[in-house]
């Protein structure tokens, strides 16, 4: 399996970006797919998860009401629209991956990651 990521980049605080990430390699329905992120210092963060059927199975209460997540299941890729953009939310961004047994809550359980992308606002 292989993801890639774009979308990242450097906004003022309250703007907007839109990450993507991009599979290949798996059955789309049965592949739960993540956006995680970290900062420097910290540990890697869940943002939001999303099962093979379009499910959002977990929103991160701090970014709930600004963030979205969808997933288009015929392209096999998964988004995160990022509003109201805050400086807490910099970070390396990643896209994460697990086949065929549901979606876990720890970042170790995602076998698959992207290279990550850089989210800086200020």
């Known amino acids: 399996v292989q993801l890639v990521e774009s979308g990242g980049g450097s906004v003022q605080v309250g703007g907007s970006l839109r990450l993507t990430c991009a599979h290949s390699?798996?059955?789309?329905?049965?592949?739960?797919m993540g956006w995680f992120r970290q900062s420097p210092g910290k540990n890697r963060e869940r943002v939001a998860t999303?099962?093979?059927?379009?499910?959002?199975?977990y929103m991160n209460p701090s970014v709930a009401g600004r963030f979205t997540v969808t997933r288009d299941l015929g392209k096999k890729a998964l988004y995160l629209q990022m509003n109201s953009l805050k400086p807490g939310d910099s970070a390396m961004y990643y896209c994460?991956?697990?086949?065929?047994?549901?979606?876990?809550?720890?970042?170790?359980?995602?076998?698959?990651w992207g290279q990550g992308t850089q989210v800086t606002v200020s």
């Open positions: 994460a991956v697990r086949l065929n047994s549901g979606c876990p809550t720890l970042a170790k359980d995602f076998p698959f």
């Open positions: 999303m099962d093979g059927y379009g499910t959002i199975v």
């Open positions: 390699g798996a059955t789309a329905g049965s592949v739960c």
